[in-house]
């Protein structure tokens, strides 16, 4: 019989690092994947849209919770996955990242002495003020298995006193999304279809850090419209930064011809409009790595990042939220040299199912 194995997705950026995994388990004998999926995001364009854009059908668990404060959405997906583990008691539970999810999952699973397995394990930002640092420290001590993207991931681990048996370095695994689907992202042309005129810089925003604080928003808001006096600016907006220009009376501020603000987008959409930038404006995480891979110039709003790799091996650069405009030179040069970086190869997945093995056969 074929172990059962869950592949727990909860949020955006789980779907993109679930998806390579989840077609090596589906092809594999020894495993039968169910992919669970939390509803911690729910819209199509933050969830569905990715299900259907990587294949990967429609989850076979769906628990459904949506959106709340911290405490009342970690404690409905722990209470309600608890309820799946009792019935199934799968062989093994696979979180990924740093979300709500990834934490009450773990919660959940290790409490019934599920074998339990941390994908991306070991990024720190040394920030507890970031919700996700908490629970990436949270999910690391709980889990069995660590599999860490890069040698700082192995380093913070075992400074934390973490033993060695217990991390396997699998490499970077939202490289294998980006090498599988750059075939179909850089045949599409976004700017085209949007209509986008000259140069364009793409920018994402959604950290309550930067979001949350009017003041800060506002710093924000004026800068790009500064920057779209030379490029044209490509503004995917989450639902959280939108709901605070509301709240905050702001909309003036983004309603500029140059400045095309638009829904979120699917994989292929976003890949195709970065590929073809000057360069990106982000507080994302996982848009540093995208860039380093693609070598486009990134600017992070940010005072820290867990992934110092993108500083020292590739494009990206931290700055305040008032430093967006004096550091604009930095898209000048557009697009560089893309970085070898160990195991960013497009075969972290397949490392994973090893690794797998060993732990489960
Ligand atoms: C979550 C993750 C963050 C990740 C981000 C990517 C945590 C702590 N945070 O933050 O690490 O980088 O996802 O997007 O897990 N909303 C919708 N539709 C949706 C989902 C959310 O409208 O499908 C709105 C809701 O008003 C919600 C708000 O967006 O309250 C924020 O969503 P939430 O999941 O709480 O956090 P994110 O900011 O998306």
Redesign the pocket.
Known sequence: MPHEVHLVV????NQMKAAPLLKLLRLSEDFNPILVDTG????H???GVFFEQFGMGIPDISLDVG??T?GK?TAQILEHYETVLLERNPSAVIVI??????VACSLAATKLQIPTIHLEAGLRSNDRTM??EL?RIVTDHLCDLLWTPSPDGDENLLAEGIPRSKITRVGNIMIDTLVQMEGLFSKRDMKEELEIEGKHIVVTF???SNVDSQETLEKILHQITELATTHSIAWPI???TK?KITEFGLEHLIQNPRIHVLQPLGYIEFMSLVASSKGVITD??GIQEETTFLGIPCLTVRPNTERPITITNGTNQLISPDKIQENMMKFQSGQNERPTIEFWDGHTANRCIESLKSLLL
């Open positions: 909860g949020a955006r950026p911690q995001h729910y819209d364009e933050m969830a959106s709340g911290h959405q990242g740093d979300v709500n999810s990834t919700p996700e629970n959604h950290r309550p989450h639902p959280r709901n994302s995480g």
